[in-house]
Structures are given as C-alpha cells and as structure tokens.
C-alpha cells in the first residue's frame, strides 16, 4: 500500500475522534431529550465528577473494589481450574476422548442459562458473581491449554527423553513453554470472558459492584451518571485486555 | 497396548460412567439432604416437569426462538456487509480490527440500560442487544477470512480471463468459508447470550423472562426442567448450525 501515507493507528483515532464530534454537536444541536442521551463532554466531566466528588454515585470506590475483587477471584480460579482441566484431557487420549465430547457440548451452551440456577442454590452474594465468572470463562481457558499441548512437536518429548528427563521435567521443560503461546491467548480470552461474566452477574442480580451503580443510575434517571458508568466500565474492559496483552507478548518472546 | 475398538469401548465407559455419576450424585444430594429441595429438583422431577413445561410455556419458546432469530440474522447481515465493504482494501482493514476486535472482548452487557432506555421494555432492547451481541464476533471473522485468500489464485483465476463476480464467487467466497462459518458459530451464541440476558431482566417475554419466573416463584422442579430444556434447545440449534456448515463444506471440496 503505497498510496496511503497516513498510519492506521492516527486514521482510527480520527476516526474516533469525529464521530465524538458528530455525538456532541448533534446532541446540542438537536431536541433530543437529556434523559436519553447526554454529550460525551458532559460524560467526560461525569467520568471526573465521580472519580473525585465523594457523593456523585453512592460509595463508588467500595463499589468498584467489589467487582474488581469478585473478577480477580473468578480469573484465578477460572485461569487454575481450567488450565488443570486442559492439561488432564490433553495428557491422556482416553481421557480425553471419553470427555472432550461432555466439554464441548457444555461449552455451546450458552452459560447465561445457568444463572437463576447458581442463584437459586447459592444466593444473590458474590460468590454467585464468582461462580458464574467462571463459568463464562473457564472453556476457553480448557480448550486453549488442551489444543497447545497437543500441539507440541512430538519429537521434542521424545528428544527429552532420550535426554533423560523425567515426566515432571518434560512437562515443564519441554511441553508447557512449547504450548504456552496458545495457552496464553486462551487466558488472554478468559480473561475478557471472566469481567463479562461478573458484570452481568451484578446486573441481573443488583446488590453491590458496578451492577449496583449502573442500576442505581437508570432506575433514578440519573442518565448523565449512567453514561459516565458505562463508559468507566468500558474503558477498564478495554485497558484491562491490553493489559492482559503486553502481559501475554511479554512471555511469549 | 489395546486394539482400537477395546479403546473406543473403553473410552465409551468412562464416558458413560461420568455422566451416571453426575446424575447419582445429584439424585443423592437431594436423598441424604445435603441440598434443600427447594433449591434443586432431583433428576427425575425434572425429566417429568419438561413435558408440562413444554405447554405451558409454548408462547414463551416461540417468543424467544423468533427473538434469537431475528437477532441473529440481522447481526449476520450487518456483520457482512460492513465486514465485507470494510475488506475492499487493507487499508480500512487495518484501520477498523482493532476497533471492531474491542466490540468482542469489552462488556457491552453494560449497555443493556442505556438499550431498554432508548427501545422500551417490550421485545425491541432484546432484539437490538442480540443482534450486538452477534455483529462483532461475526464481523471480525469476516475481516480475518480475507487473510485465507491466497493473491496468486486471484491473480490466476483473473489470468484465466474471470470476471470480477466470478473471481468472488469460485476462489474468494470458498476460501473464506471456513473462517465465516466458524464465525457462524461465535455469532450464534453470542446472539443467544445476548437475547437471553436481556430477557431475564426485562422479564416480560420469552424463556429467560419465565425462568426468572420460576425461579422467583420457588417453582423448583419447572425451573430446572426449563433450564434444562433451554440448553438442549441451544445444543440442537448448534448441531443444527454444525451440520449446514458441513453440508456446504462438503459442496465446496
């Protein structure tokens, strides 16, 4: 491509930057009611107004170390059970075989359906958020680990083997750094999955967390703090998978 | 070492033998009392709880079967259109990925307030954030597809003197078959999630709306039948989905 001078990264960012014009100038412009739709100025100095005022949202940095804290929780538990799982059904054919079937099948269900029945059994309190964060994120995580173990060129078990290695140490030495790009892309995508998991969990069932802000918003017709929420949780969405990136391209070079 | 077919009997067994485990541990969490009935319906009640279901919520599964439809379909439309005018050049593609790449990892559950703020209560916000929920996975698998056309077979069927529509239509499109077809896949349960979430909150139409029905309600042995219903309905609308994919794959070798 030789006719287009301007890198991508500034054409997106122009991109993005005209239709926040075109949102605000047609918001001013226009009648469109306030209670509908607000400017993204006016999100922006919401997103500073709860950051720094104490009582623009109710308790809003407990609030947030909640979600946070039921995401952390879910992620670990997801990333360590899930990567046990993958590890099991790829290190045995027969395992393997007798229950990637039983995984796939759970996996193309729609994990949303169980949640009244993680509710019903273990209530409405984080530990339901947890469990169902887990829930969303923990077949990527399996399926991930399974296919990048398999995926390691035979010869080198067998090369480590004849070296003299140990299982244990063919295992770390040899498999997992073999498989850990996939791997990692797998925790990569759970981890995305885990903070949708949580978050919808908070919404469903309202009773702390960011779920709790975000209802308390629009059921109060506060519509500008409600942008500012969603807009808060989006871009922790967005920096915490770039986070998860540089972490994930760190390791694998 | 073991013949193949003892191993696929073995295999089969242990298949076999989870699954009875499973169901005997849930029949004997409920027979010894380690779980209140009114929190779980044994296997049985649930099995014979579907038929009534089935009935009585005959108004509720069409509601939500024609919701995922719609929501699908149109998620696939917009997602090819837009993926396949943004694919002209490489230019936009590099432009726009990134962008459209955040539409699949960030939780746009968030959203679902501003959704019912702006389309009602009524079947509109389950349709919308459905058919959101399946645009962007389905829209990034169009923009990856364009990696899986090779340019010298374009170079050579124009070579060999074909039109433009023909070029599309015998070396473009069946290369990028696989890549579409498993973004079918992604786009089909994003769409379920999506139709499904927003119905539970709403709870006015459809399966999620009655679940969340019984599962307030303390009807115990309908909501697990229901659940158990809505998942078998998503595994026969994956394998649905599975075999048509194989179907035109076939066509294509």
């Given at each position: 491509m030789t006719g287009c001078r301007v890198p991508p990264v500034l054409a997106r960012w122009a991109i993005i930057l005209a239709v926040l014009g075109l949102w605000e100038a047609g918001t001013r412009l226009s009648s469109v009611s306030s209670l509908l739709i607000v400017p993204p100025s006016l999100i922006l100095w919401n997103v500073a107004r709860i950051a720094?005022?104490?009582?623009?949202?109710?308790?809003f940095y407990a609030n947030a170390l909640v979600t946070i804290g039921e995401i952390a929780v879910a992620y670990a538990l997801a990333a360590l059970i899930g990567a046990l799982i993958g590890i099991a059904v790829a290190g045995s054919r027969i395992i393997g075989d007798a229950f990637e079937p039983i995984l796939l099948v759970l996996y193309a269900i729609?994990?949303?359906?169980f949640y009244p029945v993680i509710v019903l059994m273990?209530?409405?309190?984080y530990p339901a958020k947890v469990i169902f964060g887990i829930l969303v994120a923990i077949f990527v995580i399996i399926f991930n680990t399974t296919a990048g173990l398999r995926q390691v060129d035979a010869n080198y078990v067998r090369l480590a083997r004849s070296l003299g290695y140990g299982r244990t140490k063919i295992f770390f030495k040899v498999e997992l750094p073999a498989a850990a790009q996939t791997i990692l892309a797998g925790l990569r995508l759970g981890f995305g999955y885990t903070i949708i998991g949580v978050l919808t969990g908070e919404l469903l069932v309202v009773n702390a967390g960011f779920g709790y802000l975000i209802d308390w918003a629009s059921v109060n017709y506060h519509t500008a703090e409600l942008y500012a929420l969603i807009a808060i949780t989006l871009v922790l969405g967005v920096l915490a998978n770039s986070l998860v990136s540089r972490v994930e391209r760190l390791w694998v070079k | 070492m073991m013949s193949r077919s003892a191993e696929r009997q073995l295999v089969r067994a242990i298949r076999l033998s989870a699954i009875v485990l499973v169901i005997a541990l849930w029949d004997v969490a409920l027979r010894w009392g380690w779980i209140d009935p009114l929190f779980l319906a044994s296997p049985l009640d649930t099995l014979i709880h579907i038929r009534a279901v089935v009935v009585e919520a005959k108004l509720d599964i069409a509601a939500t079967v024609t919701a995922f439809l719609v929501a699908f379909v149109t998620g696939v439309i917009f997602a090819l259109g837009i993926g396949f005018a943004i694919s002209l050049s490489n230019y936009s593609r590099l432009v726009f990925l990134p962008v459209l790449v955040l539409g699949v990892t960030?939780?746009?559950?968030?959203?679902m307030p501003l959704f019912i703020l702006w389309f009602?209560?009524?079947?509109l916000p389950v349709i919308v954030f459905g058919a959101l929920s399946a645009f962007f996975p389905m829209v990034v698998n169009v923009l990856i597809a364009?990696?899986?056309?090779k340019p010298a077979q374009v170079l050579l069927a124009r070579a060999m003197g074909l039109s433009r529509v023909q070029i599309y239509r015998k070396v473009v499109f069946p290369a990028m078959l696989p890549v579409l077809s498993s973004g079918l896949f992604y786009a089909c349960n994003a769409a379920m999630m999506g139709v499904f979430i927003v119905e539970l909150a709403l709870d006015r139409h459809g399966m999620g709306a009655y679940v969340h029905d019984l599962a307030m309600t303390f009807r115990t042995a309908d909501m697990y039948a229901a659940v158990v219903l809505t998942a078998g309905m998503t595994v026969l609308i994956n394998m649905a989905l599975w075999y048509i994919a194989r179907y035109f794959g076939r066509w294509r070798n």
């Open positions: 720094v005022e104490a009582g623009a949202v109710p308790d729609p994990k949303i359906i273990i209530g409405t309190g | 960030i939780p746009k559950v968030t959203l009602g209560i009524a079947r364009g990696n899986e056309v």
